[in-house]
């Protein structure tokens, strides 16, 4: 089964960038989207972005909109999630996931039951 490996979170001040990576490994099939979710202190898992494996579509939570990017590089495995203008709020162990068949309706899965395979996450915390 596809291992994922998160790397990139640290510590920042409000209105630093970062970008974290997913790493895939021991992939025997393609999926159809990775997904982005976090998870902050005392809070239920949330969706943050998804890209699908091919053409690149991408689909965004409300929340972030307009500051986070996320993207794939295929030949590396690898899909990234830019952020820009990190706020306190973004603070959260930040998780990619695998979905591997879409889901009936938009086809991304935005809740966390509805992925098939986790990494162990990265930790981003963002101070005022």
């Known amino acids: 089964q596809v291992q994922l490996l998160e790397s990139g979170g640290g510590s920042v001040q409000a209105g630093d960038s970062l970008t974290l990576s997913c790493v895939a490994s021991?992939?025997?099939?393609?999926?159809?989207?990775t997904g982005w979710l976090r998870q902050a202190p005392g809070k239920e898992r949330e969706f943050v972005a998804a890209i699908k494996w091919g053409g690149g579509g991408t689909y965004y939570s409300d929340s972030i909109k307009g500051r986070f990017t996320v993207s794939r590089d295929n030949a590396k495995d690898t899909v990234y999630l830019h952020m820009n203008n990190l706020q306190p709020e973004d603070t959260a162990v930040y998780y990619c996931?695998?979905?591997?068949?879409?889901?009936?309706?938009?086809?991304?899965?935005?809740?966390?039951?509805?992925?098939?395979?986790w990494g162990q996450g990265t930790r981003v915390a963002v101070s005022s």
């Open positions: 021991s992939r025997t099939m393609r999926n159809f989207a």
């Open positions: 996931a695998e979905q591997f068949t879409p889901v009936t309706g938009r086809g991304f899965a935005t809740e966390w039951t509805q992925f098939d395979t």
